[in-house]
């Protein structure tokens, strides 16, 4: 991993926004909303990336550029195994959140409840 620092447990997790506002709870769900997009598209990106690799290492005789290559290969390789851990987390925290709303009434299944939602029914 390119980061010793590691996530706190999701018990810990589920504890410490306990004690969170409403509007912090929002605001949290939506940055990891966000971050989880940033990384799926990086993933995309590198996708892509080891794609033309790939096609570049059938091309290519030079023993040098093949080295370089075959490292930007597994570099890529690597940064996509290592952004799918975060992004479960990330989604099991979101998770965790959407439950919490949903205690506190403030949204019904995952979706926020609006004025609109609660109507007047005759």
């Known amino acids: 991993m390119s980061s010793s620092a590691k996530p706190i447990d999701i018990n810990d997790f589920k504890e410490a926004i306990a004690d969170l506002g409403d509007s912090n709870l929002f605001s949290l769900k939506v940055q990891l909303e ?3 997009s940033k990384l799926e598209e990086t993933n995309l990106i590198l996708e892509q990336e ?36 975060v992004i479960s987390n990330q989604r099991e925290r979101i998770n965790t959140l959407n439950i919490e709303l949903t205690k506190r009434g403030l949204i019904n299944e995952g979706k926020p409840i609006s004025k609109e939602d609660e109507g007047v029914y005759l």
């Open 34 to 36: 966000n971050s989880i």
């Open 50 to 85: 080891i794609s033309t690799v790939k096609e570049n290492l059938k091309k290519e005789t030079n023993q040098g550029k093949l080295d370089d290559l075959k490292g930007d290969l597994t570099l890529f390789q690597e940064s996509i195994e290592e952004n799918m851990p």
